[in-house]
């Protein structure tokens, strides 16, 4: 299976911050990539699709890059709504698998 | 709009099989494959497998590969995952989503609890 490892686990910022979040495939899987936002108690969300595509619906603030092995989400001007968590996740291989998680608080 | 209606709450004993459902709306049904993936409380997301509604050829992870099925009725556009042999570290909130690998899993079911208890 492949590995996804993300950095940092958690992280505190303040709003207004911009924020990065990296994730590392433990082999190379183009860009068949996505990250998603997930609040408690609630399903997650798709923020970015192929490495780099900005959902629908999704704000701006939010990006995405990378290709092969890492990639890269940033959050510009963290929003109050943006404190959740986050996990990248590789659609080249099945079984798909997700990274474990990058908890972002308020400072 | 794009909605993805999962079945209530279950608890069961171990050894015991669950079947949870989602129903689809607000799209065409065969045109996106239907995901399924878990969450133990305070833990991370698992993929379990996929299912395509108009083929019904379903992949599975290895991992579940022994105890789990998906299957689907294309007359009220649901997709089932029954999961067999249920033990207590079974006990998550198990999600349907749509999507494809190259699109991500862009629309989800609210999630349904399954406690695994004796």
């Known amino acids: 299976d492949i590995q996804m490892t993300q950095s940092p686990s958690s992280l505190s910022a303040s709003v207004g911050d911009r924020v990065t979040i990296t994730c590392r495939a433990s082999q190379s899987i183009g860009k068949f990539f996505n990250w998603y936002q997930q609040k408690p108690g609630k399903a997650p969300k798709l923020l970015i699709y192929a490495a780099s595509s900005l959902q629908s619906g999704v704000p701006s603030r939010f990006s995405g890059s990378g290709s092969g092995t890492d990639f890269t989400l940033t959050i510009n001007n963290l929003q109050l709504e943006d404190f959740a968590t986050y996990y990248c996740q590789q659609s080249y291989f099945t079984p798909w698998t997700f990274g474990q998680g990058t908890r972002v608080e308020i400072k | 709009q794009v909605q993805l209606v999962q079945s209530g709450a279950e608890v069961k004993k171990p050894g015991a099989s669950v079947k949870v459902s989602c129903k689809a709306s607000g799209y065409t049904f065969s045109t996106y494959d239907i995901y399924w993936v878990r969450q133990a409380t305070g833990q991370g997301l698992e993929w379990m497998g996929w299912?395509?509604?108009?083929?019904?050829?379903?992949g599975y992870a290895q991992k579940f590969q022994d105890r789990v099925t998906m299957t689907r009725n294309t007359s009220i556009n649901t997709v089932y995952m029954e999961l067999s042999s249920l033990r207590s570290d079974d006990t998550a909130v198990y999600y349907c989503?749509?999507?494809?690998?190259?699109?991500?899993?862009?629309?989800w079911g609210q999630g349904t609890l399954v406690t695994v208890s004796s």
């Open positions: 299912l395509n509604p108009n083929s019904e050829t379903t």
């Open positions: 989503a749509r999507g494809g690998s190259t699109y991500g899993l862009s629309a």
